[in-house]
Every structure is written in structure tokens, then in C-alpha cells.
């Protein structure tokens, strides 16, 4: 028996892994016990009453509560309750990123919900040893991811709008004109009623309150970047690196090159969260003006490559990736970033 953890001062013995694939209204999961055989499968309710039913289920093949790992992929809100429920059971679980996920385990042919229950399982089992317990999002924090995705709809819309209006302006009446731009300003003011209730929610939590302080010294780093890291890694506690959250935002470069033969160019993986990676693009473009450094890093490497077709996203990729680098050491240093004068 492997001793993997200490939890709640005991130490835990893990003889069972349960890899759960999280969908909005039902969680596909398969149970491996510690030889690495898969012992079973089923598919539940995303609800309190199918949490309920999924451990009597795994009870009924052997898994102890106190012996059984729970792993799942990042899903964002639609983890939420089950994350919840696990950790006010005391039950040991990890949520990690899909792409960690699939990069460990290579190439696999097929795809269904089963199967990646049966892949996060394998995961969960495979890395026994090394796996990083996680814990419940606190009110602070799920809040905060509601009003975010909140404040997504209102600016999706305005920009629809803001659109529209510098398109079809001299082809509509006064009329149509007024009302798109009464539901513009609405639309704005909503905004920025959101961003207030983002900033009493971050300074009510004195452990955000600080995370923000430190990770918005980071120059281009303004409130909705520094709400979504802070969000989406749980307050730093969910990715262990500045690269894994990277990867989970698509932003992290990866070398395709072996021996002599192979050369291909240093490129970011298709996969990822393309909401984090667009307002991270944003950050970016407010870093080059506000960052003497990175200013001068950003001529610099357009310089070098001639400023060929596609190099801006290139280099902008690479700022955006060394953003994410800077919040993590702030987080870790505890220090505010100091911006280099050049």
C-alpha cells in the first residue's frame, strides 16, 4: 500500500482511483484499484443526489472513502458542486488540467466520455506518487467566477452593438441609433457596477486582497486579468508552476525538434482556454507601452525576425507567457514586481 498524503492529520492510504469526466449535467466515471486494473464503470447525475450515488456505487466494489482518490479535469463551473461536496465529506481529490491530462498519457485513439474517465483514472493512478491534492473554491472566489462570467455577456453584447453601429450608422434611423446607443451605455454602466462588486468582494478576502495587490504590480496587469489568474487557479493553489497555468491558458511554447532531422518551429499548443488567452493578449499590448523592458524586448525580437507575416502574434505570445511567469514569482516572493528602467 502506497502512502501518498497526510489529510486532516492522517495519513492517507490510497488503494482505489476514481477518474471522473465532468459534464453539465452528468459525470462519467471508472474506478481503478492500486494494481492498475479497472474494476468498473457508471455514469451519474452532475447533482447531489448522483454525488450520493456514485460512492455507494464504488462502495459496492471495494473503495473506502478514506482510500480512494478523486480526480477530475479543470471544467470550470460545472465542477463546482462536485468539488464542494468532496471536500465537506473529507474525501481526497485533485482537479487538474486536460492538458496535462492528455500530454501525459501520449497518444490515445478514440474519445467518449467513458473513455476519458478511464484515461483521468489511468492519470490519477499513474501519478500517485506526485499528484497535488485540491481543495474547494471558497465563496470569494465562486462569486467572483459568476460575476465574470457576467460581465462576459455584457461586453460580448456592447461589442456586437458598438459593431453594428459603426457598420449600418448612415443606414438607420435616429430612432434605431438612440435605442442601440441607450442599450451601449447600459451595457457599460453594468460593467463598471460589476467591477465594483468584483473589488469589494477581492478586499473583503484578506488572502485575495493580497494576491491582487501583488500580482497587479505586474505592469499590464489590470482587474479582469488579475480576477481570472486569480479565479482560475483558485487563488494559486490549483497549478503548481507558472507553466501549467500557461498550458491551460495556451499560451506556454513547446520545442518540435529531435536530433538533427527534426527542426520544426517553437509553437503553442491549439488547446486551452481562449477567453484567458485573449484578455491575456490584452496585457500584453498594455506592457509594451507601460513596461520599459518589455518594450524593449518586443522591438528587439520583431527586429530579429524582420517583421515578418505573423510575428507580432509570435512575440506577443512570448510577453504574454513571461506576464504569467511574473505573477507566479510575486506570488511566491511574496514581493511586489519592481519594473526594470531601461
Known sequence: MLLTEIKHNKVMVFNHYLGIDISKKTLDA?????????VGQTKVANNQQGFKELFSWAKKKGAKNVETLVCAEHTGIYGYDLQVWLDDNRLSFSFVPALEIKKSLGIRRGKNDSVDAVRIAEYAYLR??????????????????????ERKQYVRTRAGLLARKDALDQYESQESRDRRDNIIQMLTQNVESLEKQMMQIIKADESIYNSYKLITSVKGIGLVNAVNTIVYTNNFTSFQTARQYACYCGIAPFEHKSGTSIKGRTMVSSLGCHQLKAELSMAARSAIINDPWLRKYYKRKMEEKGNVSGAHGVVLNAIKFKLVVRMFSVIKSGVPYKVMAY
Do not use: C, Q, Y
Open 128 to 149: 500517485r506518487e506526485t499528484i497535488a491534492l485540491s481543495h474547494k473554491p471558497s465563496d470569494s472566489i465562486f462569486a467572483l467566477k459568476a460575476l465574470l462570467g
Open 30 to 38: 471508472a474506478l481503478i484499484i492500486k494494481e492498475g486494473e479497472i
